[in-house]
């Protein structure tokens, strides 16, 4: 089955602590993303890539990183030094820039939720 | 002025109902918009991508107004199962240009 995977499914972290969140795709996209969703609020971008070993700060990539060593895998790590980390994030991923499709449309993971305690 | 704005609802409306969302953009130079759906808790899904002609897909209809800025999604007779959140929108101009997404329309469709 082709898709996008996301573990783990639900994190708890102390303050103070970075945690990785993986994302794992096998669509052959050239593109990913990672989005934070807070309630009430759209879908905001932090990083994205549109290709192995380049990546882009998103609308609000401050306490967080990322890294694109494989076509497949976009981690995103959220650092001690994000002061409101509590979100729903999501991983997505589009063929990207050297694919066929006008649209670009963006295919989603199922979600980590991170809960800072 | 958000980007893509959509009233967030919630749209109650009994099964059979038929029902519209609208959504405005701010950005003229935004090329290309979709609607998604969200189930609580889970993630978006994409429900339609919105030609210029304007599409259908089931019961399910999109249309794109430039000269107004809006995108519309119309839904004929509403089943329970598509209580959910859609959300709107929109991506500026190049393959390479990022989504902007609207908070989402909350429908709750009833018995």
């Known amino acids: 089955d082709g898709g996008i995977t996301q573990s783990p499914k639900y994190l708890f972290r102390k303050e103070g602590q970075n945690v990785t969140l993986s994302c794992e795709q096998n669509l052959n996209h050239d593109a990913m993303y990672w989005y934070r969703q807070d309630p009430g609020q759209g879908l905001r971008l932090i990083y994205y890539s549109q290709i192995v070993n380049d990546f882009q700060k998103g609308d609000i990539a401050e306490g967080y990183s990322v890294s694109r060593e494989k076509k497949e895998s976009f981690p995103l790590t959220v650092t001690s030094a994000q002061k409101n980390p509590t979100a729903f994030y999501l991983c997505a991923s589009s063929i990207g820039p050297s694919g066929m499709s006008t649209y670009n449309e963006q295919f989603f993971g199922p979600g980590t939720r991170l809960t800072v305690l | ?111």
Not at chain 2, 9 to 33: D, H, K, L, M, R
Not at chain 2, 43 to 70: C, I
């Open chain 2, 1 to 111: 002025r958000k980007e893509v704005e959509q009233d967030p609802g919630p749209f109650n409306v009994p099964e059979g109902a038929t029902v519209a969302f609208n959504c405005t953009y701010s950005n003229s130079a935004s090329q290309s918009f979709f609607w998604y759906r969200q189930d609580c808790r889970k993630e978006p899904k994409l429900l339609m991508s919105v030609y210029s002609s304007g599409n259908e897909d089931g019961r399910f209809t999109a249309q794109l107004n430039r000269a107004s800025q809006y995108i519309s999604l119309l839904i004929r007779d509403s089943k329970l199962s598509d209580s959910a959140t859609y959300l709107c929108v929109g991506r500026g101009a190049g393959t390479a240009s990022k989504l902007t997404f609207g908070t989402g329309t909350r429908l709750q469709v009833t018995l």
